[in-house]
T-cell receptor, first 107, second 115 residues
Framework: LAKTTQPISMDSYEGQEVNITCSHN???????ITWYQQFPSQGPRFIIQ???TKVTNEVASLFIPADRKSSTLSLPRVSLSDTAVYYC????????FGAGTILRVKS | ETGVTQTPRHLVMGMTNKKSLKCEQH?????MYWYKQSAKKPLELMFV???????ENNSVPSRFSPECPNSSHLFLHLHTLQPEDSALYLC??????????????FGQGTRLTVV
């Protein structure tokens, strides 16, 4: 099971772009990189998933270099409501969550 | 609304009580999961079911007993719990296993307090 490492916390201001990097040095060939968001006392919510290069959807972008040993979640123009915990998962056959990154967006 | 519904949302029980948590999904998924999240801790995977069969038990104490009568319903039966079992219990579902290239949908959770 690939281990992930991400910052414990980050602070940002409204309107800024936020980039959260995750390292996963022992990612396996069949693993996908997936990010979830969790608000207090709620279940996590899927944000984005990718295998390599760049993936973009309506809420975020995911950048994955060729070696796939890291990935960066990019949140454009964050707002106060983006304050949450963000989890990077390397998903093979299991859905195992690490500690996540607490993102605090300030006004 | 994620399509995964958990009941009750809040539960207070004594250490000698027996209670059950219920999870229901109407997404047509075949895999269902139970997670435990203690205060300020990461989610801990407890059990995984695929097509009603248990595929994973992460060394969960026997006072937690899961049941999956069909692919749409998942229960967690609780008995003789300890105060340290107080936590948010989350249910999730996904299309199937392996879970690659798909997403899991989580319920809102049951906030359990053991007194």
């Amino acid at each position: 099971l690939a281990k992930t490492t991400q910052p414990i916390s980050m602070d940002s201001y409204e309107g800024q772009e936020v980039n959260i990097t995750c390292s996963h040095n022992n990612i396996a060939t069949n693993d996908y990189i997936t990010w979830y968001q969790q608000f207090p006392s709620q279940g996590p919510r899927f944000i984005i998933q990718g295998y390599k290069t760049k993936v973009t959807n309506e809420v975020a972008s995911l950048f994955i270099p060729a070696d796939r040993k890291s990935s960066t979640l990019s949140l454009p123009r964050v707002s106060l409501s983006d304050t949450a915990v963000y989890y990077c998962l390397v998903v093979g056959n299991k859905l195992v969550f690490g500690a996540g990154t607490i993102l605090r967006v300030k006004s | 609304e994620t399509g995964v519904t958990q009941t009750p949302r809040h539960l207070v029980m004594g250490m000698t009580n027996k209670k059950s948590l219920k999870c229901e999904q109407h997404l047509g998924h075949n895999a269902m999961y139970w997670y435990k999240q203690s205060a300020k801790k990461p989610l801990e995977l407890m059990f995984v079911y695929n097509f009603k069969e248990q595929t994973e038990n992460n060394s969960v104490p026997s006072r937690f007993s899961p049941e999956c009568p069909n692919s749409s319903h998942l229960f967690l039966h609780l008995h003789t719990l300890q105060p340290e079992d107080s936590a948010l219990y989350l249910c999730a579902s996904s299309q199937g296993l392996p879970v690659v290239n798909t997403e899991a949908f989580f319920g809102q959770g049951t906030r359990l307090t053991v007194v």
